[in-house]
T-cell receptor, first 116, second 113 residues
Framework: AQTVTQSQPEMSVQEAETVTLSCTYD???????LFWYKQPPSRQMILVIR??????QNATENRFSVNFQKAAKSFSLKISDSQLGDAAMYFC?????????????FGGGTRLMVKP | NAGVMQNPRHLVRRRGQEARLRCSPM?????VYWYRQLPEEGLKFMVY????????ESGMPKERFSAEFPKEGPSILRIQQVVRGDSAAYFC???????????FGQGTRLTVV
């Protein structure tokens, strides 16, 4: 079974600065998807960014980018120019490419605080 | 196109009562996933359903929990004889097929007193 580990329960960043959230995972599969989700106090799960394992190029969405290291099974999220609205829980998630359905395996989350 | 709708948003039940959580998927979506989020934890997969069929229930507790997705109407997650440990946020997600990313609802927070 796949596991996803987020080793940072809490992180703090100054507004306009850059922060990196860590995620590692364990799998025996070669083809899969990785995601970062944001969960603000409203509890809504918002997809931030997604990466296909077969793609070597790191995904980027505006101020959000990832550092995907397949051999190391590492998938970190970098948030540039942090804004107050970025404060939330962030969850890393894994999805197998092989299974029917797109069930996700989530990490335990990192709480990001943004200081004005 | 409304998003995934879950109701109620908040549900309080006494120990031993039944809890029924509803999920209306996005229009055109026939695949539904239920997840549970315990306090201070990530979401854990419970069950995957298509219309009238349970596809994968590997994350569902064997007793007291059941799920359905009838031909007409919302998907229902039912918890019988609730206990304090069932207190959690329950999320539903839906997708149009088994490969497309699923969209999440806002969850139902169940509190057992």
């Amino acid at each position: 079974a796949q596991t996803v580990t987020q080793s940072q329960p809490e992180m703090s960043v100054q507004e306009a600065e850059t922060v990196t959230l860590s995620c590692t995972y364990d799998t025996s599969e070669s083809d899969y998807y990785l995601f970062w989700y944001k969960q603000p106090p409203s509890r809504q799960m918002i997809l931030v960014i997604r990466q296909e394992a077969y793609k070597q190029q790191n995904a980027t969405e505006n101020r959000f980018s990832v550092n995907f290291q397949k051999a190391a099974k590492s998938f970190s999220l970098k948030i540039s120019d942090s804004q107050l609205g970025d404060a939330a829980m962030y969850f890393c998630a894994y999805r197998s490419h092989n299974n029917a359905g797109n069930m996700l395996t989530f990490g335990g989350g990192t709480r990001l605080m943004v200081k004005p | 196109n409304a998003g995934v709708m879950q109701n109620p948003r908040h549900l309080v039940r006494r120990r031993g009562q039944e809890a029924r959580l509803r999920c209306s998927p996005m229009k055109g979506h026939s695949h539904v996933y239920w997840y549970r989020q315990l306090p201070e934890e990530g979401l854990k997969f419970m069950v995957y359903l298509q219309k009238e069929n349970i596809i994968d229930e590997s994350g569902m507790p064997k007793e007291r929990f059941s799920a359905e997705f009838p031909k007409e109407g919302p998907s229902i997650l039912r918890i019988q004889q609730v206990v304090r440990g069932d207190s959690a946020a329950y999320f539903c997600a839906s997708s149009p097929d088994s490969n497309t990313e699923a969209f999440f609802g806002q969850g139902t927070r169940l509190t057992v007193v």
